[in-house]
């Protein structure tokens, strides 16, 4: 095992004062830049040499200090770091240096860290020192920077000013250059960083008062030359505050499984350390130590499977990595009442960190909560995301900072509740996925939408196979483990807890693509661009697959073994199988549909119909229909998300409301707000239920029964970029000992101890329903 070297903090308290130092040992070469910093974005960074290197240019890299920020105080300060330059000297324009008053709309820290702003004072890629806008007129530092130690010191001054001083000199100490300039005071307080550019600095009068809306934001365009390397780092002074609990890692999070048979299985999640260090996790139960694993290099991650245990009673756990400690509760299984589920997807980071929401998830003390795909987007965190069909860390480690962003959220609720997270289409980096058994997709024509069409995975298998373990590591052991084709892993599997027996099932890895074997439809990222699709619902394939063949034998398995211990049985997939979506009659894709203006509620568009949209699993009807009789013979409800469109109802096999029932959850943060809003109204509705319930046949011709919908409206409720597209959780009530299930789909900012209004469930729910009889109550 490899010594676990971390960068070297060091902390000097004068009175009220602070003093926060971070450099790095030299005998470190990983792209995790510590516990104290988070690099924006990490696959662009390295630590090396004992410095903090920047390995790819582009606008705002960043090393984002997470354990100190300037405060409000009218107090002095001081900002310093050493830079290195290490790109050739470039006539193209960029910057460096650092960063302070970064912040962001929810307040929150984390927030701050990853998607905020402020102001930049440091040495342009000419030699010129500035701060913001404002230049030196006087000499220019000397080109490369080598060993050069910026200095910025600020001092209070009347009429809430600060006159700001920035120093540049050499290795020997020798002054270079020096600049004055005033700022407003309000530019200062929030967190500090130290960056890199090579996009332009923003336009700002940071003389007067910072707007309301905050700093405006910088450029994250990648490409330039300018690159550099800092080390050195120091925060300090009167208006510094400093917060250690504010650290994050070597452990990030930890998940876990306990099961009835006396198993516990967790999974830990770590920060990117290089592939080639080892490193050893222990695991401590009720204080005593029970085993020590080696961290699994690709996915950083360490998984634990403890037997044998009384889990009718509380325990403790405690996970090890060099010096970090994370404790957590493994709770009493649920025996003997009704057991509440939470169930979540489609994060796309609006609203991060999303305070509101884990706080109201939390209130409904839910047993155990379910991330049911999309736990990140491609644009989650920013700065785009790195794509490779070949074996690339990079690529890796931009999907790792992107899902410590969905671990950050949830780990306090993670760290004592039993969870299941399955991936989804965004979480490997496609917009749509047809996995074609593990097939690689074609990449010759890029790695857009034609690459998807094709089929497969436009990922390389250790990418999707680090996706696959860091998600769904804690899970019982696959029913069928043997990989896929290019050896991508599976993750399909039984787990009992209490009185619930789940089956969680992939319902993209093994689903053909449509493309190829519907040619006459003219597929384009799922959406076939012949208009007869939409007048005739598309063809079945019968050689067409949906979940394959391995995971229907499962489910056959799994269906005809019923077990009265666990009476309440669940099925848990990425997405609706059917096509719960309206567009506009003359609308023939959905590539509009973040841009549609959202109606005022009871409103109505005056043509919408239902799409066949592939991208579902409306298609191929043969083999859903297979999978749907095999749901309705164990008597189960299939929980989904992926819609972006909370909705619950009952399939429809050889008739309306003979196949079991859905629910799929609202989107955590929409970026696609899908609506059901037919034009046609929904026959056999319930009495005095809205329109778009009742009977309906989807785009590819499938009966459903839309028991409730929560459509995307215009509710003056702001951030209407979050709260207009009908965002929101999912709560199952489960009782053992009638059967029935208790199915709310809640908003986001709703729970039940909140202030009326906002302590209801969407309107339509609570829906009650018995899933072996599929009677509703």
């Known amino acids: 095992m490899t010594k676990l070297l971390f960068p070297l903090l060091f902390l000097t308290h004068f009175s009220s004062a602070a003093e926060v130092a971070v450099s790095w040992p030299v005998d470190v070469n990983r792209p995790w830049t510590g516990p104290e910093i988070w690099a924006n974005p990490a696959e662009d960074w390295v630590v090396r040499s004992g410095r903090a290197e920047n390995t790819f240019p582009g606008g705002n890299r960043n090393l984002a200090v997470l354990t100190a920020e300037l405060t409000k105080e009218a107090e002095p300060f001081t900002i310093r770091c050493r830079i290195d330059q290490v790109s050739p000297v470039s006539p193209m324009p960029g910057f460096a240096g650092i960063q302070v008053g970064i912040t962001a709309g929810s307040g929150d820290f984390r927030e701050a860290a990853i998607l905020g702003a402020g102001m930049f004072a440091g040495v342009k890629s000419d030699g010129t020192l500035f701060i913001h806008k404002q230049d030196c007129a006087g000499k220019k530092v000397p080109m490369p920077l080598r060993s050069v130690t910026l200095d910025l010191k600020g001092e209070p001054a009347a009429d809430s000013t600060y006159k700001l001083v920035l120093s540049a000199m050499d290795s020997s100490g020798q002054l270079l250059e020096t600049m004055t300039a005033p700022v407003h005071a309000s530019w200062l307080t929030g967190l500090v960083a130290f960056a890199t550019s090579t996009q332009p600095i923003p336009d700002a009068d940071v003389t007067a008062p910072k707007p309301p809306e905050g700093a405006p934001a910088s450029a994250q365009t990648r490409g330039g030359s300018l690159r550099v390397a800092f080390d050195r780092l120091l925060i300090a002074g009167n208006k510094v505050a400093h917060h250690p609990e504010r650290a994050f890692g070597p452990i990030l999070w930890v998940t876990q499984a306990p099961s009835n048979d006396g198993s516990v299985r967790l999974l830990v999640q770590a920060a990117p350390f290089a592939r080639t260090e080892k490193h050893d996790v222990s695991l401590e ?249 939409y007048t005739e619902p598309p063809a079945d394939v019968p050689e067409a697959e949906m979940l394959g063949n391995r995971q229907e034998t499962f489910l056959r398995r799994w269906a005809s073994k019923p077990d009265s211990e666990t009476p309440v049985r669940l099925v848990l997939s990425q997405t609706p199988w059917a096509a719960p979506q309206t567009l506009p009659a003359a609308v023939r894709s959905d590539s509009d549909v973040p841009s549609m203006k959202n109606l005022k509620p009871g409103e109505y568009p005056p043509d919408d119909e239902p799409k066949p949209d592939f991208d579902t699993n409306g298609w191929p009807q043969g083999k859903r229909a297979l999978a749907l009789g095999l749901v309705r013979k164990a008597g189960a409800l299939h929980v989904t998300g992926d819609q972006h469109l909370g909705s619950t109802g009952q399939y429809g096999l050889k008739a309306f409301r003979d196949g079991p029932w859905w629910v799929s959850t609202p989107a955590t943060a929409n970026l696609w707000p899908r609506r059901w809003m037919p034009a046609t109204k929904g026959a056999n509705a319930r009495p005095g239920d809205p329109r778009e319930t009742g009977d309906f046949t989807d785009g590819f011709g499938n009966r459903i029964t839309i028991a409730a919908v929560a459509n995307p409206y215009d509710i003056d409720r702001e951030p209407a970029r979050l709260y207009d597209r009908a965002v929101g959780y999912c709560i199952l009530t489960c009782d053992p000992s009638s059967g029935r299930v208790t199915i709310a789909n809640w908003p986001y900012w709703a729970a039940p101890g909140n202030p009326d209004p906002d302590n209801r469930p969407y309107p339509g729910w609570p829906i009650t329903i018995n899933p072996r009889t599929g009677e509703r109550f």
């Not at 009493?332 to 997807?345: F, H, K, N, Y």
């Not at 089929?455 to 069928?480: C, E, R, W």
Request: aromatic residues 10%; neutral net charge.
């Open 285 to 533: 139960i009720d204080g005593r130590a029970y085993q020590s694993v080696a961290l699994e290099p690709a996915s950083r991650t360490a998984r634990f499977v403890v037997r044998r245990q009384n889990l009718t009673v509380q325990h403790t756990y405690a996970v090890r990595l060099g010096d970090c400690t994370f404790k957590g509760t493994i709770r009493p299984i649920p025996g003997g009442r009704p057991v509440t589920v939470a169930a979540l997807s489609c994060n796309d980071a609006t609203g991060f960190p999303h305070n509101l929401l884990v706080g109201n998830v939390a209130s409904q003390k839910p047993d155990l909560i379910a991330f049911l795909g999309d736990q990140i987007y491609e644009g989650v965190g920013g700065y785009g995301h790195v794509v490779d069909q070949a074996l690339n860390d990079r690529a890796v480690v931009s999907y790792l900072r992107k899902y410590a962003m969905h671990g950050w959220i949830w780990r306090e609720v993670l760290r004592e509740l039993p969870s299941v997270t399955i991936p989804d289409d965004h979480d490997v980096f496609h917009g749509n996925l047809w996995g074609n058994g593990g097939k690689k997709a074609d990449v010759s024509k890029g790695y857009a939408t034609s690459a998807q069409d094709s089929g497969g995975y436009k990922m390389s298998p250790d990418f999707v196979n680090v996706v696959h373990l860091t998600q769904t590591g804690n899970l019982p052991i696959p029913a069928d483990p043997n990989p896929c084709d290019n050896q991508i892993s599976v993750y399909f599997t039984q787990w009992q807890y209490g009185p619930l027996d789940m089956a969680i099932v992939a319902d993209r890895q093994f689903k053909s693509a449509p493309r190829d074997l519907l040619p006459d439809a003219k597929i384009e990222n799922g959406w076939p661009r012949n208009p007869v699709c």
